[in-house]
């Protein structure tokens, strides 16, 4: 198993002290290079392929709680469609104006030909 | 001039991106924003939307979280108008409500404009403008208990209070001075979809008209139009563009035209005075422009900051203008104002593209519904078309195919 951990939680709504979960989020080979797509976690987690490279943040917007996949997807930089706030899907650091908290990260691996991610067990908790 | 004292005049969009910016870039000197409102810095787009169609008691949408000033070191003043802002040793005197003065090295106005209102209307508590918080909350109030509405006035902030006040059940009429309705909206096709979606919801448009008078009456408002009609409506909604409040720039000296006259850096023509925002103007190619909107403000706020930081100016970003009405999604990056011709693309019910076009480039487009066109675009303004203008009506070739980027 290839375990590849690029995220560090520190993004802006992270409690420090939550019970995290790998969940498997897609099929690699249905990720391709360029494109992002949302968990249906709740709240939400986007996950991303920057040049063969997997990463993840929480979906939504810290401007006004837009959801990214509905956005664009440049290099590392995600965009939101509503506003145009961009954030680094490596760090969730918000880099453009109107954003300026940063998006949480979650840890990405990939197993078999299965893209996991780890996060907080009560966002992917049935009912 | 790092450790520059800056004061900010108005906490509004390019206000609070200057601060925020100055902070991001390394400035350590004293930065004060000043606000004449009691209401931390807002984001005015859900004025005219969301905050008028709440259920609820809207909340404001506050555009840097409200602990960001302290942590920023960014001193916020509140409810402190800003009366006039003179030239002193070596910097500025700003008088804030005839009491107190302040000093500064550096200035930015970023004062924005008020809205106009026709001459000759009474002071009616049922008479509105939209231009502030406090205005969209007591809009907002009057909607829920009014069922007549007549709104002056079919630019962006008209045509979304009549779809907002629509949406809350009331009825409601436009008047537009012009022989169109939405006027400032350059695509006919646009227009005509927009114009189609309000008549679906009942909403009536009177073109070529102007307000003669208006009489308030224990039971509304009695207006009567240059036409000879009379309406009775319960609340009136004034939405015919503001007037830039240029006064404290013209008493600093600084020199406007229809705004405060700014370089592509935000730079008056007073040394140390920066403007920005919508109260700004700009010579461009031999135009006069002043955009009122807010990625335009937000871009001149930042501007503003690095130019007083030191740093190289970047190239100002394609203005981007949006409106929600109804379920529409209004979009207008570039100029399509400048355009020679245009070319349209309507990939399918209601969804349509305009293309602004002059001397072979793309300078601008109008398009509804149509978020991921628009995008694409966005990049590509200003740059040559490689064959026929024609082509952009097609949907099945990309568009940086058809257009170079600039």
Known sequence: ?127 | MRDASVVIVGASTAGAAAAYTLRAVGHEGPITLVGAEDTAPYERPPLSKTVLTAAEEPEAVWLLPTDTYASRDITLRLGAPVTSVELASGGFSLTIEDREQIAADVVVLATGGRARRPAGLPEDPRIHVLRTWADARALRAHMRTAHRALVLGSGLIGAECAASASAQGLDVEVLEMQTTPFPSIASRAVRTTLLRTFAEHGVRFRTGVTVNNCTPTDDGLVVQLSDGTVLEVDLLVVGIGIEPATELAERAGAATERGVLVDESMRTSVPGLYAAGDVASRRLGGRLIRHEHFASAQAQGEAAARAIAGLEPVPLPTPWAWSDQFSHRLEVPGEPDAADYTRLRQPGDGQIVEFSIADSRLVGLTALDQPRVVREARRLIGGRLRGSANDLERTDVPLKQLVDAP
């Open chain 1, 1 to 127: 198993m290839e375990e590849r951990a690029n995220g560090v939680n520190s993004g802006g709504e992270s409690t420090g002290a939550d019970d995290l979960v790998w969940i498997d989020a897609c099929l690699t080979d249905d990720l391709p290079a360029g494109e992002m797509r949302a968990l249906e976690s709740d709240p939400p987690v986007a996950v991303y392929n920057v040049e063969g490279e997997f990463f993840s943040t929480a979906d939504t917007c810290t401007h006004m709680k837009s959801s990214l996949n509905e956005g664009y997807l440049d290099g590392d930089q995600v965009e939101c469609a509503l506003h145009m706030a961009t954030f680094c899907v490596r760090s969730g650091k918000a880099t453009s104006l109107p954003a300026t908290l940063p998006l949480r990260t979650f840890d990405t691996r990939v197993a078999g030909n299965q893209l996991q991610v780890s996060v907080p067990r009560a966002w992917v908790s049935e009912g």
